[in-house]
């Protein structure tokens, strides 16, 4: 794969990020605090270095921008499972 190709493909999953961080946000005025401190100290940071790695285009960086998407994606449906139980 060429660096056009690995480029776009962060760039996509950035945006990505960038969409399920907002969304997880609004999702977490309504979690426990088990799910805060979940995202204070694991989640949010690796958003953060994601973002920053993106400028370095890399298969690592594409790999990483991967594997992140896929843990934003697990936790957004714990939070969203949490709080149609809670009646939220």
């Not at 493909?9 to 990020?17: F, P, Q």
């Not at 694991?42 to 790999?63: F, G, M, W, Y």
């Not at 998407?69 to 809670?86: I, P």
């Amino acid at each position: 794969m060429d660096t056009q190709h690995i480029k776009e493909e962060v760039d996509k999953n950035i945006e990505k990020l960038a969409t399920l961080r907002d969304e997880v946000k609004l999702q977490l005025h309504l979690a426990s605090l088990d799910a805060k401190k979940e995202w204070d100290e694991k989640l949010a940071p690796r958003v953060l270095e994601a973002e920053q790695s993106a400028k370095e285009i890399t298969d690592s960086t594409r790999s990483s921008a991967r594997e992140l998407v896929g843990r934003l994606e697990e936790f957004l449906v714990r939070l969203r499972d949490a709080a149609r139980r809670s009646g939220n």
